[in-house]
């Protein structure tokens, strides 16, 4: 790729557009994730009473839906991304590409 | 010899030596009697990969067939095979022992080693298919220099990859050794040879599939045994919970984080290691390389964190299991007697029956790592343990042979194509592929036997430690900050290296563990918080202040990166065949 067409594709609309919608979703999910996880692993290391505390009169402890859903949690978010980057960036990638492959 | 009949050849040295090898142990010598259910199984399995890799050996002609298959798997046989890879004999057998015999604190480690995929999701997935061809340096050397940047990602990939070989191979002897009776150096050798065939021969082609298969196997066995367990307690977690807490030495201290955790700062630690160095391992990296588009890179890594996560969700009910169980059992403690106290059934110990044994870890036949071995015998009966024992060694061949090929691609690819060789010549690349194939496979038994006596507990930490604080920095600066150097890079990632090195050094894991002394330097067991800071902090701050020629090079080459990681164009395509 030259510069002249590094800069057109870089000043395309859907570019940006791309690039912005792609970066807000990446670092929103990569936040949540982190809280959920070290927010869990302060938990342990911190009020492991709080975890150890039981769901009324059964046996089983808050922390065991806690720590499955952890688990839960990062297989969805990564379900999140996948629909999201299939719902949108595919088509504005798919758009770009239509426009400037013949050029590169 | 042509090619096809030394393939033959050492496919029936091979499944010879292994059957003589299994034949010569009938002895009493071993604490575990030979299984013949289980190596009639696991010769089954040989036969079937050997037979994967005759079939892709005869596909495997380019570099990319070699390094990627052809880059023509999809998104789904991806996240099986990365699946595959990363659920070794130490997830399986070690956490399930783990959760035996401290339950909830097992789930920390599970957790732990789950969390780093989405990350791998957000942060890496696409760009390393769209900025990459055969191995991640291929990604943090796009704009950079080539050679120093290739010379650190092969150190990063190469002492990652060691570390966590040893370990394997000698888990590996152990396991081997308990299963199937064989000795110690029989099973290393079986396990290296095998593992220089597969990717020898097969090449990137053979060990997807080998993982793919591994990887059904392991989901299915774990399944059947998950689901015995909770039909044996009418599907109810309650009862299963219940009965665990009721009978386990520990008592309802195994439904809460206990001693595994103690202090925030290795809580962090480790987290940091676990989570980032998932994230940092070549093997996995290069996974991403199979696939052909941005598209089913994100497929593959959806599919895996489902799977994997599944997985030690499974683990958990396994171990809970076990110690609801093993109380049924005595047979699979040492020296043990059952009891009833006050209408509950107990597993004591025979001369000192106030002593309780369920998750003990020494009292158990074979020690903790035996849990869902014993297990798998309990609610499937010797048939049921002979395939899970099978199961078990062939994820540690899986394992081992994805990590060879990565060591192997980045000797040839990383360091004989784009540091030492004068002109580009595929052909030879590939050679040289193999011969470092059998290098790093005969290196690997050699260290397996002369670490066979040594704790290598650590090395697993290690290498994710290494993976998190060298790898995956210098990847992420170099796909999302324009401002990285190559000097900035290669400075920051070495310092990074050695603080990982020498902390774990004066660390708990090795100085009073390995080392024998009484008190460790530092408290710190894992290395990671210290050594990612440094390689971050060093390398932003040694490329904030480059001002070579070099620097304003690596600057400019961002944009044209940056277009390419964003949109795919100009990305490397799928071959057909």
Same mark, same amino acid.
């Given at each position: 790729?030259?510069?002249?067409?590094? !800069?057109?594709? &870089?000043?395309?609309?859907?570019?940006?557009?791309?690039?912005?919608?792609?970066?807000?979703?990446?670092?929103?999910?990569?936040?949540?994730?982190?809280?959920?996880?070290?927010?869990?692993?302060?938990?342990?290391?911190?009020?492991? !009473?709080?975890? +150890?505390?039981?769901?009324?009169?059964?046996?089983?402890?808050?922390?065991?839906?806690?720590?499955?859903?952890?688990?839960?949690?990062?297989?969805?978010?990564?379900?999140?991304?996948?629909?999201? +980057?299939?719902?949108?960036?595919?088509?504005?990638?798919? &758009?770009?590409?239509?426009?400037?492959?013949?050029?590169? | 010899?042509?090619?096809?009949?030394?393939?033959?050849?050492? =496919?029936?040295?091979?499944?010879?030596? /292994?059957?003589?090898?299994?034949?010569?142990?009938?002895?009493?010598?071993?604490?575990?009697?030979?299984?013949?259910?289980?190596?009639?199984?696991?010769?089954?399995?040989?036969?079937?990969?050997?037979?994967?890799?005759?079939?892709?050996?005869?596909?495997?002609?380019?570099?990319?067939?070699?390094?990627? #298959?052809?880059?023509?798997?999809?998104?789904?046989?991806?996240?099986?095979?990365?699946?595959?890879?990363?659920?070794?004999?130490?997830?399986?057998?070690?956490?399930?022992?783990?959760?035996?015999?401290?339950?909830?604190?097992?789930?920390?480690?599970?957790?732990?080693?789950?969390?780093?995929?989405?990350?791998?999701?957000?942060?890496?997935?696409?760009?390393?298919?769209?900025?990459?061809?055969?191995?991640?340096?291929?990604?943090?050397? %796009?704009?950079?220099?080539?050679?120093?940047?290739?010379?650190?990602?092969?150190?990063?990939?190469?002492?990652?990859?060691?570390?966590? =070989?040893?370990?394997?191979?000698?888990?590996?002897?152990?396991?081997?050794?308990?299963?199937?009776? *064989?000795?110690?150096?029989?099973?290393?050798?079986?396990?290296?040879?095998?593992?220089?065939?597969?990717?020898?021969?097969? $090449?990137?082609?053979?060990?997807?599939?080998?993982?793919?298969?591994?990887?059904?196997?392991?989901?299915?066995?774990?399944? %059947?045994?998950?689901?015995?367990?909770?039909?044996?307690?009418?599907?109810?977690?309650?009862?299963?919970?219940?009965?665990?807490?009721?009978?386990?030495?520990? $008592?309802?201290?195994?439904?809460?984080?206990?001693?595994?955790?103690?202090?925030?700062?290795?809580?962090?630690? *480790?987290?940091?290691?676990?989570? %980032?160095?998932?994230?940092?391992?070549?093997?996995?990296?290069?996974?991403?390389?199979?696939?052909?588009? #941005?598209?089913?890179?994100?497929?593959?890594?959806?599919? #895996?964190?489902?799977?994997?996560?599944?997985?030690?969700?499974?683990?958990?009910?396994?171990?809970?299991?076990?110690?609801? =169980?093993?109380?049924?059992?005595?047979?699979?403690?040492?020296?043990?007697?059952?009891?009833?106290?006050?209408?509950?059934?107990?597993?004591?110990?025979?001369?000192?029956?106030?002593?309780?044994?369920? $998750?003990?870890?020494?009292?158990?036949?074979?020690?903790?790592?035996?849990?869902?071995?014993? =297990?798998?015998?309990?609610?499937?009966?010797?048939?049921?343990?002979?395939?899970?024992?099978?199961?078990?060694?062939?994820?540690?061949?899986?394992?081992?042979?994805?990590?060879?090929?990565?060591?192997?691609?980045?000797?040839?690819?990383?360091?004989?194509?784009?540091? /030492?060789?004068?002109?580009?010549?595929?052909?030879?690349?590939?050679?040289?592929?193999?011969?470092?194939?059998?290098?790093?496979?005969?290196?690997?038994?050699?260290?397996?036997?002369?670490?066979?006596?040594?704790?290598?507990?650590?090395?697993?930490?290690?290498?994710? #430690?290494?993976?998190?604080?060298?790898?995956?920095?210098?990847?992420?600066?170099?796909?999302?900050?324009?401002? *990285?150097?190559?000097?900035?890079?290669?400075?920051?990632?070495?310092?990074?290296?050695?603080?990982?090195?020498?902390?774990?050094?004066?660390?708990?894991?090795?100085?009073?563990?390995?080392?024998?002394?009484?008190?460790?330097?530092?408290?710190?067991?894992?290395?990671?918080?210290?050594?990612?800071?440094?390689?971050?902090?060093?390398?932003?701050?040694?490329?904030?202040?480059?001002?070579?020629?070099?620097?304003?090079?690596?600057?400019?080459?961002?944009?044209?990166?940056?277009?390419?990681?964003?949109?795919?164009?100009?990305?490397?395509?799928?071959?057909?065949?």
């Amino acid at each position: 790729m030259n510069k002249a067409l590094i !800069e057109k594709i &870089k000043n395309d609309p859907d570019f940006q557009k791309l690039v912005k919608e792609r970066t807000r979703i990446m670092i929103i999910l990569t936040l949540v994730e982190l809280v959920v996880y070290f927010g869990f692993i302060l938990l342990v290391a911190f009020n492991k !009473e709080f975890l +150890a505390q039981k769901l009324g009169d059964s046996v089983i402890t808050i922390g065991i839906p806690i720590g499955i859903g952890v688990i839960v949690i990062s297989f969805l978010l990564t379900g999140i991304y996948v629909y999201i +980057a299939n719902k949108d960036f595919d088509e504005l990638t798919e &758009k770009i590409k239509q426009k400037y492959v013949r050029e590169v | 010899m042509t090619k096809r009949s030394l393939m033959f050849y050492l =496919l029936s040295v091979a499944v010879v030596g /292994f059957a003589f090898a299994a034949g010569g142990v009938e002895g009493p010598v071993q604490k575990q009697a030979v299984n013949p259910l289980a190596i009639t199984m696991f010769i089954i399995f040989v036969v079937a990969t050997l037979g994967i890799t005759y079939w892709a050996a005869k596909r495997t002609k380019t570099a990319k067939d070699f390094y990627t #298959a052809g880059g023509g798997i999809t998104g789904f046989q991806n996240g099986l095979a990365i699946a595959g890879d990363f659920m070794s004999a130490a997830s399986f057998l070690g956490i399930a022992g783990l959760v035996y015999t401290s339950g909830y604190d097992g789930l920390l480690y599970s957790i732990g080693f789950l969390v780093g995929w989405p990350i791998v999701m957000f942060l890496l997935s696409e760009p390393l298919r769209n900025l990459g061809k055969y191995t991640f340096a291929d990604v943090t050397s %796009f704009r950079l220099e080539q050679r120093r940047i290739r010379i650190l990602a092969a150190i990063g990939s190469l002492s990652v990859v060691t570390f966590y =070989l040893i370990a394997q191979m000698v888990g590996a002897g152990k396991l081997i050794q308990l299963l199937f009776g *064989l000795p110690y150096s029989t099973a290393v050798i079986v396990v290296g040879s095998l593992m220089i065939i597969y990717v020898a021969f097969g $090449g990137m082609l053979a060990t997807t599939w080998i993982q793919i298969i591994k990887a059904i196997l392991l989901l299915g066995g774990a399944s %059947f045994m998950a689901f015995m367990v909770l039909l044996h307690f009418g599907f109810s977690f309650e009862n299963l919970f219940q009965t665990a807490v009721s009978v386990h030495s520990k $008592g309802e201290k195994i439904m809460a984080p206990g001693g595994l955790v103690s202090d925030p700062l290795n809580a962090i630690s *480790l987290g940091l290691a676990l989570m %980032f160095g998932t994230a940092g391992l070549p093997h996995i990296l290069m996974r991403f390389f199979t696939v052909p588009n #941005a598209k089913e890179a994100r497929k593959s890594v959806f599919f #895996a964190t489902g799977f994997i996560g599944y997985f030690y969700i499974l683990t958990f009910i396994i171990g809970f299991g076990a110690i609801a =169980l093993f109380v049924q059992h005595p047979e699979y403690f040492q020296n043990a007697k059952q009891v009833v106290v006050d209408g509950i059934t107990k597993i004591v110990d025979a001369n000192d029956p106030a002593k309780n044994l369920i $998750g003990d870890k020494k009292a158990l036949v074979g020690g903790e790592n035996m849990t869902a071995i014993h =297990l798998a015998e309990a609610v499937g009966g010797p048939a049921f343990m002979g395939f899970i024992s099978a199961v078990a060694f062939a994820t540690i061949l899986a394992v081992v042979a994805g990590l060879t090929l990565a060591g192997a691609s980045t000797v040839s690819h990383d360091l004989y194509a784009n540091v /030492f060789a004068k002109e580009k010549d595929e052909q030879k690349e590939v050679k040289v592929s193999k011969i470092a194939t059998i290098i790093i496979g005969i290196f690997a038994i050699v260290l397996g036997i002369v670490f066979e006596k040594q704790n290598v507990a650590f090395m697993v930490g290690l290498a994710f #430690a290494i993976a998190a604080s060298v790898n995956f920095p210098i990847l992420i600066l170099a796909i999302y900050w324009r401002n *990285l150097t190559t000097t900035g890079a290669f400075w920051g990632g070495l310092a990074g290296l050695v603080v990982a090195l020498v902390l774990i050094v004066i660390s708990p894991t090795v100085w009073v563990d390995v080392l024998k002394n009484p008190e460790p330097i530092i408290k710190l067991k894992n290395p990671a918080i210290f050594s990612m800071l440094t390689t971050f902090v060093l390398t932003i701050l040694i490329s904030k202040l480059d001002s070579s020629q070099r620097a304003k090079e690596d600057r400019e080459g961002f944009e044209s990166q940056y277009v390419r990681t964003q949109t795919g164009i100009g990305a490397e395509g799928a071959v057909h065949h």
